[in-house]
C-alpha cells in the first residue's frame, strides 16, 4: 500500500491565484482531513469528510474548499491565494469503525508559499 | 471544546538521558488520546495512542506514556533518548466516536546533544 499521497511536495502561488492540493489513500479509509501546520501553532483542521459526499469545516476552514466524489481522494481547493495561506498542508485518513481504529494516518506534507 | 496544551515549546537533553514531555489535555469526557513525532521535513508519524484500559501505553522506538485522569496529562517518556530522537513532539486529543477531528497542542521541539 502506498498509504496517503499528497501532491505536489512544494508549490509556490501568486496571491489571488488558486490551485488545488490532491490527497489520495488506498486503505479504503472512511474519514479524510486536511490539516495545515503552521510554527509555533501546531496543526489544525480545516476540513474532514466522514465518507464519500459528505464534507464538513474544521477549524480554520475560510479561503479553502473542498469535495469528496470517491472514497479515496479528497482534494483540497484554493479559491484565491493569500499571504495568510502560507503554510504546510497535511491530508490525513483513518477507519470510522470503533475506538481502536480511531488512528489517523498522515500524508508527506504540501508546502505552499504564496507571494 | 477540547484542547491540547504543551507548556514546554524546546527540550534540551543529552544523549543516554531520560525524556519526559508535557502534554495537558481539556476534554469532558474520556478523551483518545495520541503522540505523534515529526521530523525535519517529514510526514508525522504515530508513536502511540490511548483510548481506554491500562494507562499505561507503549509505543514505537522505546517510547511510553501514561494516562493520568485525575491531572488531565498524557506525558509521553523514554528512559533513555538516543541522538535519532531529536524532532517535534504533537499531543493530539480526539472526541470520542469522531476520527477525523484531531486537536493538537503547538508541539515540543526536542534537541539532543552527544
Known amino acids: 500500500n502506498a498509504g496517503v499521497t499528497q501532491t505536489p511536495k512544494f508549490q509556490v502561488l501568486k496571491t489571488g491565484q488558486s490551485m488545488t492540493l490532491q490527497c489520495a489513500q488506498d486503505m479504503n479509509h472512511e474519514y479524510m482531513s486536511w490539516y495545515r501546520q503552521d510554527p509555533g501553532m501546531g496543526l489544525r483542521l480545516i476540513h474532514y469528510?466522514?465518507?464519500?459526499?459528505?464534507?464538513d469545516q474544521g477549524e480554520v476552514p475560510n479561503g479553502y474548499n473542498v469535495s469528496r466524489s470517491t472514497t479515496e481522494d479528497f482534494p483540497l481547493r484554493l479559491l484565491s491565494a493569500a499571504p495568510s495561506q502560507t503554510s504546510v498542508y497535511f491530508c490525513?485518513?483513518?477507519?470510522?469503525?470503533?475506538?481502536?481504529?480511531?488512528?489517523?494516518?498522515f500524508g508527506p506534507g504540501t508546502r505552499l508559499t504564496v507571494l | 471544546a477540547q484542547s491540547v496544551t504543551q507548556p514546554d515549546i524546546h527540550i534540551t537533553v543529552s544523549e543516554g538521558a531520560s525524556l519526559e514531555l508535557r502534554c495537558n489535555y481539556s476534554y469532558g469526557a474520556t478523551p483518545y488520546l495520541f503522540w505523534y513525532v515529526q521530523s525535519p521535513g517529514q510526514g508525522l508519524q504515530l508513536l502511540l495512542k490511548?483510548?481506554?484500559?491500562?494507562?499505561l501505553v507503549q509505543g514505537i522506538k522505546g517510547f511510553e506514556a501514561e494516562f493520568k485522569r485525575s491531572q488531565s496529562s498524557f506525558n509521553l517518556r523514554k528512559p533513555s533518548v538516543h541522538w535519532s530522537d531529536a524532532a517535534e513532539y504533537f499531543c493530539?486529543?480526539?472526541?470520542?466516536?469522531?476520527?477525523?477531528?484531531?486537536?493538537f497542542g503547538t508541539g515540543t521541539r526536542l534537541q539532543v546533544t552527544l
Open positions: 490511548y483510548f481506554s484500559g491500562d494507562t
Open positions: 493530539a486529543v480526539g472526541i470520542t466516536g469522531t476520527a477525523s477531528k484531531l486537536t
Open positions: 469528510s466522514v465518507g464519500a459526499g459528505i464534507t
Open positions: 490525513a485518513s483513518s477507519y470510522s469503525r470503533g475506538p481502536s481504529y480511531n488512528e489517523q494516518f
